[in-house]
């Protein structure tokens, strides 16, 4: 069995494709690593998604408990925060896999993700990922 986590709505993003960013969730309305520690062991791959789960301060809590519950995690991310992944990726080099979303060349990624350099940071994100031999899946769309 696989699982998703929606860990917020909140997004650093403003993506054409996704209107999420325009309704986020309040930090305390969202779902908490105890509520997830609930869920039973044995899952298959269990995605840690939203939002940018990234905007989390305890994405790592997450990313600790659901090691011990299925076979791999994986992160949907924009790749933005390079610093915050490469932390969680050396720290759990198994196990865990990191899913990056570029929707083509800089100008139109950024474009089409409403932000800034955004193209810049994901692949420097994936560059480093790749430098450090660890897991990543990247989507150009």
Known sequence: MNA?????YRCNAKCHMCDIWQHPTRKEDEITPDIVAKLPSGLGRVNLTGGEPMLRDDIEDFVKILREKAELVEISTNGYFTDKII????KYPTKVMFRISIEGL???????????DG???????VLELVKQKLKIMVLVL
């Open 4 to 8: 998703c986590v929606i860990t917020t």
């Open 87 to 90: 932390k969680i990726a050396e």
């Open 106 to 116: 800089p100008k139109l990624n950024d474009e089409l993700r409403g932000m800034k």
């Open 119 to 125: 193209f810049d940071h994901a692949l420097r994100t």
